[in-house]
């Protein structure tokens, strides 16, 4: 879920930015030390939007750049679990399929792709249901829900995904489920 936070915390402005605007030389310390990281905290900085306040200014002992206290607002990206979202596929693997949310790729593993048992197709880079009714490629869009998160360091968070729910699945699929549905309360009330 993207989230504007904001974050009180310290930044560093290197000695080559002294001189300049003091608002400006903070944000820039900020956009290069703080966006792109993860923090398990609060998820992934997107970006910095609005240096609230400085304070401080201090110099500490064998480093030459000025270290402020700031306030800021920031949009971050943090998964949460149970979120459902929609990305788009970005690569296809025997072991499942990788799709793009925001910053991250989430894997959704081959027994989470379908109800389904599902075979790699891998001359033409696919997943293909048993009975090759349905089958998900690298640029498919997808709803998927998140069903495990781990954010712990900036190399290795994982994010599970499943399309194994009613309402979940590449868009094609959800539409056919819809009508075959719809087609179902039809006959009921008959």
Not at 31 to 40: A, C, L, P
Not at 86 to 101: P, S
Not at 106 to 129: A, F, K, P, R, T
Not at 171 to 178: G, N, R, T
Request: one cysteine or more; charged letters at 35%; proline letters at 3%.
């Amino acid at each position: 879920m993207y989230k504007r936070l904001t974050v009180e915390d310290s930044v560093r402005v290197p000695p080559q930015h002294f001189g300049e605007d003091v608002d400006e030389s903070v944000k820039a310390g900020l956009e290069s030390e703080v966006e792109g990281n993860i923090y398990e905290e609060i998820g992934v900085v997107i970006g910095i939007e609005e240096v609230k306040d400085i304070e401080g200014g201090d110099i500490k002992p064998e480093d030459a750049g000025v270290h402020y206290e700031v306030e800021y607002t920031a949009i971050v990206f943090e998964p949460e679990l149970h979120e459902v979202i929609t990305g788009e596929v970005v690569d296809i693997t025997e072991f499942g399929a990788f799709i793009r949310i925001g910053p991250f790729d989430g894997l959704c593993h081959v027994s989470q792709v379908m109800d389904e048992y599902v075979n790699l197709d891998e001359e033409n880079s696919m997943l293909v249901s048993e009975e090759e009714q349905h089958n998900l490629q690298v640029n498919d869009t997808v709803t998927a829900r998140i069903i495990a998160v781990s954010m712990e360091k900036q190399d290795t968070n994982k994010i599970n995904l499943t399309m194994r729910q009613p309402g979940l699945g590449k868009d094609e699929w959800i539409e056919l489920y819809e009508e075959e549905k719809a087609e179902e309360e039809e006959e009921q009330e008959e």
